[in-house]
């Protein structure tokens, strides 16, 4: 793999939805945000549409983050130059027909609030269209299904967030004291299998006992999911699922979310949010620091001096689809700076 694969890899890539923050952070004072290294504000309108926009005023650069919310339009803090929802300039209060009104010289991203998260498009170049976005039925279907999204900062890339789902693994030996991973084998054999969205990496001859299967998807955006059993006394639903999204944040930095699931409906789905908040919510938290402490905490350019063996073949498939994307991401990039370089 060249350097500039890598170094593309390590920003994020692009033609995708990622969930940027979770919808309880977004009121109507603007909100900045870093995600794939942009600079990024985000507003909620008197209608509660949220809009998202470069975080730079066209004028001199000020942060339209700092500026106020008029309602579909963002007032930036430093002479008031007012933008819309679109990146297009309205207003130049200090100026009579200033030729700035009517340019649109701010980037935006397309935004869908869904599943309690706001998600943004990244497209390859800025205007690319949006592309769809599905979920997997466990967060799809509302009225089967129940759900808490959990959401973090890690400092981190983005890829040892993701790779530390795709490893099944560690949940039997870094997660041993946790009331749903103290079970099953401490060694396996584990196989890869391809699905419609991705794949399936498992552990062979091994399956409800711990975390011992995990899905790599892309519907429009990357997740993972996965299954851990859970005893009675943890409430009605069956199986716990977790569906699992990473978003970067910069190359050191990057924003979990991990939605907590069950199958439950009925009054079942009241006494399982109820357990969920008063007896589960706080073992799970604990579960995920021991993942944020770890990969924290990971050697300086851990990714160059590992020795993968077998159960890392998930990890390894997964940063061979990465990669391709990347390739298939640079290339057109590189296209289109070739066509513009040739345009009289
Ligand atoms: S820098 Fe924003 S209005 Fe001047
Ligand atoms: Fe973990």
Same mark, same amino acid.
């Given at each position: ?33 870093? !995600? ?23 004028? !001199?650069?000020? =942060? ?64 690319? +269209? ?37 490893? +099944? ?16 084998? !401490? ?6 299998? +391809? ?11 091994? /399956? ?39 978003? +970067? ?27 969920? =908040? ?25 990714? /160059? ?11 390894? !498939?997964?940063? =061979? ?18 066509? /513009?370089?040739?345009?009289?």
């Amino acid at each position: 793999m060249t350097d500039s694969v890598q170094a593309y890899l390590d920003t994020g890539l692009r033609d995708l939805w990622y969930p940027v923050l979770a919808s309880w952070e977004v009121h109507s004072a603007p909100v900045g945000i870093t !995600r794939l290294s942009q600079q990024i504000v985000l507003w909620r309108d008197d209608k509660g549409h949220v809009h998202a926009l470069e975080d730079r005023c066209p004028h !001199r650069g000020a =942060r339209l983050s700092m500026g106020w919310n008029l309602g579909e339009r963002i007032a930036c803090w430093y002479h008031g130059v007012a933008v819309n929802g679109a990146g297009q300039v309205e207003e130049v209060p200090a100026v009579d027909n200033c030729p700035l009104v009517g340019q649109k010289c701010v980037r935006h991203y397309p935004v869908k609030e869904t599943q309690g998260a706001i998600f943004l498009w990244f497209g390859v170049q800025p205007d690319d +269209p949006p592309g769809e976005l599905r979920f997997p039925q466990e967060l799809e279907d509302e009225t089967q299904y129940s759900q808490f999204l959990c959401t973090a900062a890690w400092q981190c890339n983005y890829q040892y967030a993701l790779e530390n789902v795709m490893d +099944p693994m560690h949940g039997t030996y870094l997660h041993s004291s946790s009331h749903s991973m103290a079970e099953g084998d !401490r060694q396996a054999d584990m196989s890869l299998h +391809p699905t419609d969205d991705g794949f399936i990496f498992q552990k062979d001859g091994q /399956q409800g006992v711990n975390f011992d299967w995990v899905e790599f998807g892309d519907t429009g955006a990357q997740w993972m999911r996965l299954s851990i059993p859970y005893k009675r006394r943890f409430g009605p639903g069956g199986h716990f699922w977790i569906v699992g999204m990473v978003v +970067p944040e910069d190359e050191n930095h990057c924003r979990v979310f991990f939605w907590r699931i069950r199958r439950v409906s009925g009054w079942q789905r009241d006494m399982w949010r109820f357990m969920y =908040r008063h007896r589960l919510e706080k073992l799970h938290w604990d579960v995920l620091e021991q993942d944020r402490i770890v990969l924290e905490s990971l050697a300086p350019n851990a990714r /160059q001096h590992e020795f993968l063996y077998q159960h890392d073949v998930g990890l390894s !498939r997964l940063r =061979r689809v990465m990669q391709k994307m990347a390739r298939a991401q640079i290339d057109r990039l590189t296209a289109c700076n070739t066509a /513009q370089s040739l345009t009289p």
